[in-house]
């Protein structure tokens, strides 16, 4: 992985964070996802019109992660509903290398390292015991846990689809400008056949929220899709959860969360195991 692509996806890395904190911290979690989707369309379109389309042979991956946005956005609604930035980011990051290696190892033939297994092991670890922080009330938030259990898998799949999708389409940021479209359509009239008032509130009320967090979540998804051209997807997808050191600090120091010793070092655990699996390789 070269210099670039490194700083990119850490870059990416950080506005990613940066808008996970701006929905958590709406009071109507639904609300500020749909402003957030609807805020990704100006730039979505901006690069339809000035990146080359995608060929025609990635439309199945497009349609594919499309859907699973989808289900990435629902769940990740979620689990913001009922659970701490500081929890539930590190689960739904942390378990996408997880996923990530065990298919490359079971379905497409990668084999792994000792440095990467132990990067492996060491984010589960970290993942499973984040399903003990507590609630303020002391009680264990095991809800939020699995809700962030099950956005990991969706992160994971579309990670897996959007970088194969990438590599066919000829046109990565052109890809994405599609996908996020139909991310945006999707997620919009899902909420418009649920709850109306969702997208009316949004619209109302959420506008500047919404092209902020709308903007970030546009250049963090597209830069990270380009690396994945650039690098492998394992690794690219390993050095993302860098995110979740950014996420923890917001939560501490911006939103206030509270911060114990469990989730401090079951934050820095998953941690290590995604710097152990981006740099497996060179040990």
């Given at each position: 992985m070269t210099m670039t692509v490194f700083l990119v996806v850490i870059g990416a890395a950080l506005l990613h964070a940066f808008w996970n904190a701006l929905l958590k911290s709406g009071a109507d979690k639904f609300v500020g996802m749909s402003a957030v989707m609807m805020g990704q369309a100006p730039l979505a379109v901006i690069a339809i019109m000035a990146f080359p389309p995608p060929a025609i042979e990635c439309l199945p991956y497009l349609l594919a992660g499309v859907a699973l946005h989808l289900g990435y956005q629902v769940f990740l609604t979620l689990s913001y509903r009922i659970g701490d930035l500081s929890q539930v980011?590190?689960?739904?990051?942390?378990?996408?290398?997880?996923?990530?290696?065990?298919?490359?190892?079971?379905?497409?033939?990668?084999?792994?390292v000792l440095p990467e297994i132990l990067g492996v092991t060491t984010i589960g670890i970290g993942i499973l015991s984040l399903a003990l922080v507590r609630r303020h009330g002391g009680q264990r938030n095991l809800e939020a846990a699995g809700l962030a259990l099950l956005t990991g898998c969706f992160i994971a799949a579309y990670s897996l689809v959007d970088g194969l999708g990438a590599r066919v389409s000829g046109s990565p940021v052109g890809f994405y400008g599609w996908l996020?479209?139909?991310?945006?359509i999707g997620f919009t009239t899902s909420m418009l056949f649920w709850r109306p008032q969702i997208v009316r509130e949004a619209l109302a009320t959420q506008k500047l929220r919404g092209l902020v967090g709308g903007s970030a979540s546009f250049v963090a998804f597209a830069l990270v899709i380009w690396a994945f051209t650039k690098a492998p997807i394992a690794l690219v997808t390993a050095l993302r959860e860098t995110s979740i050191i950014f996420a923890l600090l917001i939560g501490v120091f911006l939103l206030r969360e509270r911060l114990d010793l469990?989730?401090?070092l079951s934050t820095m655990l998953t941690l290590a195991g995604a710097v152990l699996l981006r740099f497996a390789r060179h040990l």
């Open positions: 980011y590190p689960i739904a990051r942390g378990v996408a290398p997880l996923i990530v290696a065990a298919v490359s190892v079971g379905f497409l033939g990668v084999d792994l996020a479209v139909g991310s945006t469990v989730k401090l």
